[in-house]
Structures are given as C-alpha cells and as structure tokens.
C-alpha cells in the first residue's frame, strides 16, 4: 500500500488549496479513503472520509468548506479547501482502510495506512 499526498502550501486566510492523494499497491475503487490533519503540538484529527461508492462524510469544523472527491479511474483522491482558516495549519495525510475488517466513516478507526502527510500554512 502507497500513499502520496500532493499540493500543500502556504496561503492566506480565506485562500483556497487542492491536496491530492495518489494511492498504488492495492484495490482503490474498493477502498474507503480518509485526510486527517496534525496540527503542531496535537495529536491526529480526523477531517473527512469517502467511502468506496463516494459517500462523504466531514468532520463539522471544515464542513461547507472542504469537499473531497475520488476518482477511481486515476487511483487519486482530492480534497478542495476552501474559506481556509488559520486553525487549518496542519501536516495533512491521507490514509485507507483498505484491509482492515471494519472501519469507521466518522473517525480513523480502522485506517492503518498513511502516507508521509503534506504541510498546509494558513498565514497573512
């Protein structure tokens, strides 16, 4: 299994940032996909899952202003920030339940591979 996040950066507050995940080595279009942020100092958070039939799910501090996406045909997911906020200052990665016999679709229970993250800086 390989993850590799793409398309961090640095912006201003309200600015707006795609991150890409591309992902080899196993099923994507079976996979349930997850981004997950650390921020300096904090532990892992949970940000949004998709399901393998592109069901999302989004934890409530960046709903309305993240969106994420698959695209099973280039074994990539997405996420679209938005409207960023300081507070959106993190290590971003992206991670699958691919294997694992259960997950869950509003935590990262069940996600027991990562890729090497991918730094976003919301700053004036």
């Known amino acids: 299994v390989r993850l590799a996040e793409s398309g961090g950066g640095s912006v201003q507050p309200g600015g707006s940032l795609r991150l890409s995940c591309a992902a080899s080595g196993f099923d994507f279009s079976r996979a349930a996909m997850s981004w997950a942020r650390q921020a300096p100092g904090k532990g892992l958070e949970w940000v949004t899952s998709?399901?393998?039939?592109?069901?999302?799910y989004y934890e409530d501090s960046v709903k309305g202003r993240f969106t994420v996406s698959r695209d099973d045909a280039k074994n990539t997911m997405y996420l679209q920030m938005n409207a960023l906020k300081p507070e959106d200052t993190a290590v971003y990665y992206c991670?699958?339940?691919?294997?694992?016999?259960?997950?869950?679709?509003?935590?990262?229970?069940?996600?027991?591979?990562y890729g090497r993250g991918t730094q976003v800086t919301v700053s004036l």
């Open positions: 998709i399901t393998s039939d592109g069901t999302p």
């Open positions: 991670a699958t339940a691919y294997g694992s016999p259960w997950y869950d679709t509003w935590s990262l229970r069940g996600y027991d591979h």
